[in-house]
């Protein structure tokens, strides 16, 4: 039982590069959430997915895109990378329904964009 | 949308005191506040979580209290240890797709 995993761990793109990050999970969770953490902003939402084939907008969605074609995955994209992207990245899982329950977070994808 | 602030951005204090870690949120439909613990290069951690039919919640030696008519929350960490200097974030969430709405961290150094 992995929880929720993400790849890659790291990565360096160039200004206008495109690269998809990948999340997994194995807990048969409905929600699912991509955020990004720079210093002294927390954690802000980027996007967001309620079920399979559903996605969302979440607080900071512009130049990201994101697709949830299987229930376990949840894709993020970014089409043509910007410095302002530079961030890390969590991925995070919840059971969905009516009971309100704390995220299980991935570890993390230390994006740079040169 | 809710916003929710987190005092204070640093906070020392010798081991063996008490800390505490304050937030407040601005939408009153929020009903669910959670804390997470973030050590330095490692995903962030639930530690404890309230809903908004309760008033106070312990586990072992930290606590969290809600103040649903002032909007505020607060984490209380006694008998402070080294091993708990990390970064802390309070959320709340407004319930649909269970979204939350982090504040912006609390540093906590305890010093030996």
């Known amino acids: 039982n992995a929880g929720v995993t993400q790849t890659p761990k790291f990565r360096v793109l160039k200004t206008g590069q495109s690269m998809t990050l990948l999340c997994a999970q194995d807990m048969n969770h409905e929600y699912m959430y991509w955020y990004r953490q720079d210093p002294g902003m927390g954690l802000r939402l980027i996007h967001y997915?309620?079920?399979?084939?559903?996605?969302a907008k979440g607080e900071v969605p512009d130049g990201y895109n994101v697709s949830r074609l299987k229930k376990q995955n949840f894709l993020l994209g970014l089409e043509s990378a910007a410095p302002s992207q530079t961030s890390v990245y969590f991925c995070?899982?919840?059971?969905?329904?009516?009971?309100?329950?704390?995220?299980?977070f991935g570890s993390g994808t230390r994006l740079t964009v040169v | 949308g809710e916003n929710v602030e987190q005092h204070p951005s640093t906070l020392s204090v010798q081991e063996g005191d008490s800390a505490v870690i304050k937030c407040t949120y601005s939408d009153s439909a929020s009903n669910y506040f959670p804390w997470y613990k973030q050590e330095l290069g490692k995903r962030p951690q639930l530690i404890i979580d309230i809903r908004s039919n309760v008033g106070e919640k312990k586990d072992q030696r930290i606590a969290v209290t809600l103040n649903k008519t002032a909007k505020h929350f607060s984490l209380h960490i006694t008998e402070t240890q080294p091993e708990d200097s990390a970064v802390y974030f309070c959320?709340?969430?407004?319930?649909?797709?269970?979204?939350?709405?982090f504040g912006a961290g609390t540093i906590l150094r305890v010093k030996s």
């Open positions: 995070a899982s919840s059971p969905g329904g009516r009971g309100l329950v704390g995220y299980t």
């Open positions: 997915s309620v079920g399979e084939g559903t996605t």
């Open positions: 959320a709340a969430s407004t319930g649909y797709g269970n979204k939350l709405v």
